[in-house]
């Protein structure tokens, strides 16, 4: 019996929430009988043991490689491309531009499908200066010659219409696919930590790549302002460049015994679903995956009102704080509200949109 075949390209599976959300799409698409590829450009990153089962994994490069780059990965595409023949070929990230590439280089008929997880403008603007004009006119080029263009959110694809000149028109929005069974279960199980056997110090929580869109600084400046008022802890979950300019922060604002920051950890639910408030402090995002997690473990959120994303998420504050980007002082005053008791929890209608199985269905309605 003919099965439908597809990849998903990625330059490798770190920690972040565009790679996990490609995994739930991939567990998505084989619940449903469909051969899936996992490729990547480099075969390394915390959720390589993530993998659906049903899934293959296919490494064009080997993590002891020399070179990391993931544009050195375009020969092997091009012959994976040749070879495999996959009817859809979906990538995100640095892999967008290598899949178009490689389709054209292959001559194969497979649909290149480009997914866009960010704020391209506020990512452009961190690359070095040399570098933001030639990826803007990349992305001008080469992104209108693939099939489909999917942004995860309207202020994504508003956005990267607008910053880079594409036809709106070609760019779709599908939400992530963030929620399943499995999360339910993970978080249903208490974190190993002391911490967690207290349940009468409330717990800060936050969640992210150490990196400067997560903007992690500010949240320590707030929770100092927030500790001077309430007896409570802060947990961030997640590895990055960051972590010494923190650690170095933490110490001066004297939080050492009030934050840990346990590094990537395999199962952040458990972590989520027994805190007390979840605080997204980002200065910019796409369709923050976490956010969306918190809100089905049922805690109370703060976000900064970045593009893109947490509006949409929380539907104009409907399901959620929303704050200013970069200010301390309102960050404070909502963690104190969140904490007290004066944020609802959330609704299960606030992310039954963002299911695995929703997700999959308007996927595979388009791809197929």
Request: with cysteine.
């Amino acid at each position: 019996m003919y099965k439908k075949k597809m990849s998903i390209f990625l330059p490798g599976l770190y920690g972040g929430g565009a790679e996990r959300i490609l995994l739930n799409l991939a567990e998505g698409f084989t619940a449903r009988g469909i051969l899936v590829d996992i490729v990547l450009a480099q075969n390394e990153g915390e959720f390589t043991k993530q993998i659906p089962h049903k899934a293959r994994l296919v490494a064009l490069r080997e993590k002891n490689r020399r070179s990391l780059r993931t544009i050195t990965a375009l020969p092997s595409l091009v012959r994976y491309l040749k070879y495999e023949k996959p009817e859809i070929l979906l990538s995100a990230l640095h892999g967008n531009l290598l899949a178009v590439w490689a389709k054209m280089i292959a001559r194969t008929s497979t649909r290149v499908v480009l997914t866009e997880h960010n704020t391209f403008s506020q990512e452009n603007r961190v690359m070095y200066p040399r570098l933001k004009r030639v990826n803007q006119l990349l992305v001008k080029w080469f992104y209108p010659l693939s099939d489909e263009i999917i942004a995860v959110s309207k202020g994504v694809a508003d956005d990267l219409a607008g910053t880079v000149g594409i036809n709106r028109n070609r760019i779709k929005v599908i939400y992530n696919p963030i929620i399943n069974d499995t999360l339910f279960v993970k978080a249903s199980r208490v974190p190993d930590h002391a911490w967690y056997s207290n349940s009468q110090i409330p717990i800060v929580i936050s969640i992210g790549r150490l990196t400067e869109q997560k903007d992690f600084s500010t949240l320590l400046d707030a929770f100092r302002i927030a500790a001077d008022q309430i007896n409570a802890r802060l947990v961030i979950l997640g590895e990055g460049e960051e972590r010494n300019l923190l650690t170095r922060k933490i110490e001066d604002l004297g939080l050492q015994e009030m934050v840990l920051m346990p590094g990537f950890v395999d199962n952040p639910y458990a972590f989520l679903a027994h805190s007390s408030v979840f605080v997204l402090s980002s200065k910019w995002e796409g369709l923050p995956t976490v956010l969306v997690e918190a809100m089905a473990c049922g805690l109370p959120v703060v976000a900064t009102d970045c593009p893109s994303g947490p509006r949409e998420i929380l539907q104009d504050g409907k399901f959620g704080r929303l704050i200013p980007v970069g200010d301390p002082v309102a960050l404070s005053s909502a963690i104190l509200d969140g904490v007290n008791g004066k944020i609802p929890r959330p609704p299960d209608e606030s992310w039954n949109d963002f299911t695995v199985k929703h997700t999959a269905d308007q996927y595979l309605s388009l791809l197929f």
